[in-house]
């Protein structure tokens, strides 16, 4: 798999031993960065998009990519990457958060998914590992029928979604009440019943670093439940129904200073990101050691 960086924020450009290690392409997109954090008009996005285009077409060599995009502030930025692939796909997506919000007049992080599902290259949409805004409020913005109609399959990290309509939805977690890892046969087990649609195209695989606990990487937003290895899991035991057949994949969730442009961002900013104490130091080196062990994991697992 190539490796490459959108950088839109700095934050893996930054990690000198992943740089070292892998000498990834640099799509250079700071410039972008204030102006599409957390949210941007859709005009604004739709610019972005041909921007993005033409950066990837200056530096495309072939390859299937793992693209690094930096802070799941710019999770929005993996629409523009599907927009690329031309072939159907299984999107994957490990995030602790839905980002499937309808209604918003406008692109934000936490809507993407909503629009990826109307891509015509999106066959189904995999939710996995989630916990965070399904189940309250926010559950009014869910797009309730792509839940039923299974165009969208959730499988959350740590407990089953009960209220409203959600007991109508399909939702096993990823660990039954009691356990405190997962394990493959869990998986494999949850996983039966979608088998045969997983076999029948490549997946592109969605990764926000969120999904995962507090000890395994810094984010700019509420951490998960899972550990490293349990991602791994998900990803061997999802490959393996696909025949080891990855599209492409990126990742996001790496912690950087919120840089924005715009009122409507800044109010985002202090309505909705977390208070976090953040070393920069340590959260570069713990990130880009997990950003290290990705890379190593999908050489190993994609065909």
């Given at each position: 798999m190539g490796v490459r960086i959108l950088d839109l924020d700095g934050s893996v450009r930054s990690q000198e031993a992943f740089v070292a290690r892998h000498r990834p392409a640099v799509l250079p997109a700071q410039e972008w960065g204030p102006r599409i954090r957390m949210a941007c008009s859709f005009g604004r996005f739709r610019k972005f998009e041909e921007a993005l285009a033409q950066l990837a077409d200056a530096h495309a060599n072939g390859e299937r990519t793992i693209t690094f995009c930096g802070s799941g502030d710019f999770h929005h930025v993996?629409?523009?990457?599907?927009?690329?692939v031309k072939t159907p796909v299984s999107l994957v997506v490990l995030d602790n958060h839905p980002d499937w919000m309808r209604g918003v007049p406008f692109m934000h992080c936490g809507t993407w998914l909503y629009h990826a599902a109307r891509l015509p290259q999106v066959?189904?949409?995999?939710?996995?590992?989630?916990?965070?805004?399904?189940?309250?409020?926010?559950?009014?913005m869910a797009p309730w029928h792509l839940l039923r109609t299974e165009k969208i399959i959730v499988i959350p990290g740590v407990r089953r979604f009960e209220r409203r309509s959600w007991r109508a939805v399909r939702n096993e977690p990823?660990?039954?009440?009691?356990?405190?890892?997962?394990?493959?046969?869990?998986?494999?087990?949850?996983?039966?019943?979608?088998?045969?649609?997983?076999?029948?195209?490549p997946v592109y695989i969605s990764l926000d670093k969120d999904v995962m606990t507090v000890q395994e990487g810094v984010v700019n937003w509420d951490s998960g439940h899972l550990a490293l290895d349990e991602v791994f899991l998900v990803l061997s035991a999802v490959l393996r129904c696909a025949g080891e057949k990855l599209a492409a994949m990126d990742v996001l969730g790496d912690w950087s200073p919120v840089v924005l442009r715009g009122w409507l961002r800044h109010f985002m900013h202090w309505?909705?990101?977390?208070?976090?104490?953040?070393?920069?130091?340590?959260?570069?080196?713990?990130?880009a050691r997990v950003n290290l062990a990705?890379?190593?994991?999908?050489d190993r697992l994609a065909a």
């Open positions: 993996s629409l523009a990457l599907l927009g690329a066959e189904r949409i995999y939710h996995i590992g989630g916990d965070v805004d399904f189940d309250n409020y926010y559950q009014s990823l660990r039954l009440p009691g356990q405190t890892a997962l394990t493959f046969e869990r998986i494999e087990q949850l996983l039966d019943l979608y088998r045969a649609d997983l076999a029948s195209r309505t909705e990101h977390p208070a976090l104490a953040v070393d920069p130091a340590d959260a570069a080196e713990r990130n990705i890379v190593d994991q999908i």
